[in-house]
């Protein structure tokens, strides 16, 4: 959004200065007022998710694997992700919560000293108009808990 506030300032003063020079020197003097950016409406158009889901290791060749996963505006619902339905559910309550889902353990975190299998997968794309990058594995009690609170996106632990 920044980027769009600074490409309509560069575009509006340009405006002026050639409207400056087209009608005088009396034009400059005017104040320069910027149209700022409305909020989106209500019920308007809703940025799409676009997910890449890579698991591995999981004991159970069914969820193994690659899955594109896309979730639209209205509830459309695309890729090859065996549970979309309820994967972008999830997505769309986790987007009401106020916790990144995809974000790392904090360091100095304690976590239990469980493990919970070799399964590791990588989420990348974008989600809510933020670009996404995340491992996880379930190595210990923290990453357990952040693998589970993203099934179905990520295969639970008994799929």
């Known amino acids: 959004m920044l980027r769009r506030i600074v490409t309509t300032a560069t575009a509006s003063a340009a405006a002026l200065t050639a409207l400056t020079a087209f009608a005088g020197a009396s034009v400059a ?3 320069l007022l910027l149209p700022l950016p409305l909020p989106p409406l209500l019920g308007g158009e809703q940025a799409e998710d676009r997910l890449t889901v890579v698991v591995s290791e999981t004991g159970n060749t069914r969820t ?3 899955y594109e996963l896309e979730c639209g505006p209205a509830g459309a619902v695309g890729g090859n992700h065996p549970a979309a339905d309820a994967a972008c559910d999830r997505l769309d309550e986790l987007a009401r919560g106020t916790e ?3 974000a790392p353990v904090d360091r100095g975190v304690f976590c239990t000293q469980q493990a919970g299998g070799p399964a590791t997968a990588r989420v990348t794309g974008v989600w809510q108009g933020h670009r ?3 491992s996880f594995s379930r190595q210990n009690g923290c990453e357990i808990h952040r ?3 993203l ?3 990520l295969p639970s632990a008994g799929a």
């Open 151 to 153: 099934t179905p996106v």
């Open 147 to 149: 693998w589970n609170n």
């Open 29 to 31: 003097a005017q104040p």
């Open 64 to 66: 193994d694997g690659r």
């Open 132 to 134: 996404v990058d995340a």
């Open 100 to 102: 990144d889902p995809f």
